[in-house]
Structures are given as C-alpha cells and as structure tokens.
C-alpha cells in the first residue's frame, strides 16, 4: 500500500511539472503573434502562418483583434501555459493570459499545423 501511495504521489508530481512548460518552437511563435498584436504589426501573422491562415488574416480581422484585445496587452500581461491537444494533424496550445493590473483573463488559443500558424484566437 505504501508504494501504490508512494507512486500515485510521483505520477501526481509528473503531471503538475508538464502544464507549466511549453514545447519550444510552439512557444516562440506564441511569443512573436503575441508582441506582434502588442506592436500592431500584422505582418508577423503573415510569416508565420499557412496559406489558408494568411488569407484569412485580413487587415479588417486585424485590426478588430487590435481593438478587442491589444490595448488591454499593452498594459502589461502574464502567460501561463495550459497544455497542448491533438486534433488529427493540428497541435493545438492554450495559453491563459492574465491582464496586468485587470480581474481579466484571456484563453489564447494557438493551432499549428507542421510548425506554421493555422488558426490563432482568444476567448
């Protein structure tokens, strides 16, 4: 019995250590989208998605994330990684972001399919 507790406590140890860290590439393009929409500048969004993504990323969708989100970013934020799901092809990462200085919290979502940028979002 005390080893079923003994283990159960290292399995438990295991999965809280995995949330907190994020796989490398997947965090430096979060990182890039996330100071581009601080900066307004939406040609980072070009370079780092698919196709279909960069076709989708209108300057009017944009902008509209500008609005929504990227004044409240500038104020300052934290990111705390959540974890990442499988989709058939699609790796799909969420962030919680924490608004400095505000009771807010976002879900960022960020969809990457072979390393590129297919869908990115926040709720």
Known sequence: ??????????????LTAFPGESPGEA??????????????DSSVFQDVGTEEF??????????????Q???RLRKGFQSVYL?????GRREIYLWKVVISESPDELLATL?????????????
């Open 27 to 40: 965090k430096n393009i979060y990182g890039v989208l996330m100071q581009g929409i601080v900066d307004g």
């Open 83 to 87: 974890g990442k799901v499988f989709k």
């Open 69 to 71: 989100v990227g004044d």
């Open 1 to 14: 019995m005390k080893r079923l507790i003994s283990l159960g406590f290292c399995l438990l140890s295991c």
């Open 111 to 123: 969809v990457l399919e072979q390393n590129k940028v297919a869908a990115f979002f926040f709720q």
């Open 54 to 67: 960069r076709k989708q990323m209108t300057p009017e969708l944009f902008q509209s994330a500008q609005l």
